[in-house]
């Protein structure tokens, strides 16, 4: 029973640590296959196949009436009450507009999906370039506590303080590394469940886009932006608001309101002296309809307000992310260029001949670019994080065809698996 108990460990293990590699416009097209999507698809579907029309005859009443309860002079009246041609195409004109409605909070919902898997992407390119950087700074600190350890023991003048400074430091970069080490983990399980699977998901950083092509696009946004979902609803709302008060106007200016047929059965007179038509007429009374249209033109300005807003919103945050897009990236070009003057001032040539003389000053000279290289990883993050932002703002989360800005092509995101 022991081995088959170690046996079961293992397999445990085994398959906590399973992780699968995919490609990030993969990643994005599990956004398209959510169930509150699927739920939306069957409403639309619903509404787009299922109203039946606005019939031209809008009900039948049969009523009777005895004379003088005198069951013999019995009389019989069938109403046939009408709706018009106009109230009928505003009422189409209406369902049709629900259709319209649900396919923009479709893309709403999309648009919030795809937002939040762009910010997952973000998240574990942070965590794993953060667990590459300090993986490449533990090194350079072993070869300094290497290098230490044999001038201590060369040198009489040697000070044990810089040794244990540096043991202290790498202990505490092997900290740094288990904390993103867990960090990155997390990230991938997190990743694992929006691709709707129970592994840990890493992604495939082949073919990311450059930051000049980023840079481009932001521009692009900035100056054509597309239209937000959340306008695109707001816009559906205010229309079907004019389509109620057509409704309103169609049900006021019908005239003819009924047909009626009776039948008096006096039994005096011939047969067809028996049958009378009517009709009512409705008269042009603007009293009840004030109301109606009062209270609608209420409600329209009500949702032109809240288009407004959410427009200028949209706008402020837009210029208010370009501006920070343009400081960051400024910053991001300044410490590239800072990075590779150091790099071509201390070249592998002019390292080697340090090296023979002081050893030890090429390990403090790696050591300080890394502050340098630490804060160009924070900046690109932080304009990735920027970025996303942007492309929710100029409306590119929801604009057909739904592209994988994150890809160097700008390729289409493909359909879900």
């Keep these: 029973m022991r081995w088959f108990a170690s046996l079961l460990f293992l397999l445990t293990c085994i398959s906590s640590q399973a992780q699968s590699l995919v490609e990030i416009g993969e990643f994005l097209s599990s956004a398209k296959d959510t169930e509150a999507l699927e739920r939306s698809d069957k409403m639309i579907s619903f509404l787009s196949n299922s109203f039946p029309g606005m019939p031209a005859l809008?009900?039948?009443?049969?009523?009777?009436?005895?004379?003088?309860?005198?069951?013999?002079?019995?009389?019989?009246?069938?109403?046939?009450?009408?709706?018009?041609?106009?109230?009928?195409?505003?009422?189409?004109?209406?369902?049709?507009?629900?259709?319209?409605?649900?396919?923009?909070?479709?893309?709403?919902?999309?648009?919030?999906?795809?937002?939040?898997?762009?910010?997952?992407?973000?998240?574990?390119?942070?965590?794993?370039?953060?667990?590459?950087?300090?993986?490449?700074?533990?090194?350079?600190?072993?070869?300094?506590?290497?290098?230490?350890?044999?001038?201590?023991?060369?040198?009489?003048?040697?000070?044990?303080?810089?040794?244990?400074?540096?043991?202290?430091?790498?202990?505490?970069?092997?900290?740094?590394?288990?904390?993103?080490e867990q960090e990155l983990a997390e990230t991938e399980w997190l990743l694992g469940d929006l691709f709707f699977t129970e592994e840990r998901t890493a992604l495939s950083e082949e073919l990311l886009v450059s930051f000049s092509?980023?840079?481009?696009?932001?521009?692009?946004?900035?100056?054509?932006?597309?239209?937000?979902?959340?306008?695109?609803?707001?816009?559906?709302?205010?229309?079907?608001?004019?389509?109620?008060?057509?409704?309103?106007?169609?049900?006021?200016?019908?005239?003819?309101?009924?047909?009626?047929?009776?039948?008096?059965?006096?039994?005096?007179?011939?047969?067809?002296?028996?049958?009378?038509?009517?009709?009512?007429?409705?008269?042009?009374?603007?009293?009840?309809?004030?109301?109606?249209?009062?209270?609608?033109?209420?409600?329209?300005?009500?949702?032109?307000?809240?288009?407004?807003e959410a427009q200028e919103e949209l706008a402020v945050l837009l210029r208010r992310t370009y501006r920070e897009w343009q400081t960051i990236y400024e910053k991001r070009n300044f410490l590239v260029s800072q990075i590779a003057e150091s790099e071509k001032e201390y070249s592998q040539e002019r390292l080697g001949q340090i090296a023979a003389k002081r050893p030890l000053a090429v390990l403090t000279i790696k050591e300080r670019t890394f502050d340098a290289k630490e804060e160009l990883m924070e900046t690109e993050i932080e304009l990735f994080e920027i970025f996303v932002e942007m492309m929710d703002f100029a409306g590119k989360l929801s604009e057909d065809p739904l592209l994988n800005y994150f890809s160097a092509d700008l390729s289409p995101i493909p359909a879900p698996y």
């Design 58 to 180: 809008d009900e039948v009443e049969f009523r009777t009436e005895t004379d003088e309860f005198d069951i013999l002079r019995q009389e019989y009246l069938v109403r046939f009450e009408f709706n018009s041609k106009k109230l009928r195409q505003a009422h189409e004109q209406y369902a049709f507009s629900a259709v319209e409605l649900e396919q923009q909070r479709k893309k709403v919902m999309l648009a919030a999906g795809l937002k939040i898997r762009y910010r997952h992407i973000v998240a574990y390119l942070e965590a794993k370039r953060k667990l590459e950087f300090l993986k490449s700074t533990v090194i350079v600190s072993r070869d300094k506590i290497k290098m230490l350890e044999t001038m201590a023991q060369v040198s009489s003048n040697f000070r044990l303080e810089d040794l244990f400074n540096a043991k202290e430091d790498k202990l505490e970069i092997e900290r740094d590394i288990f904390e993103a």
């Design 213 to 308: 092509t980023m840079d481009s696009l932001m521009q692009e946004w900035f100056y054509l932006p597309g239209i937000h979902p959340e306008v695109l609803v707001e816009e559906s709302q205010l229309a079907r608001v004019g389509l109620e008060r057509e409704i309103d106007i169609a049900e006021t200016k019908q005239v003819l309101e009924f047909v009626q047929l009776k039948y008096a059965a006096r039994g005096n007179l011939e047969t067809w002296r028996e049958f009378s038509l009517g009709a009512g007429i409705r008269l042009p009374m603007k009293g009840s309809a004030k109301i109606d249209l009062y209270e609608n033109e209420l409600e329209r300005i009500e949702e032109e307000a809240e288009l407004m």
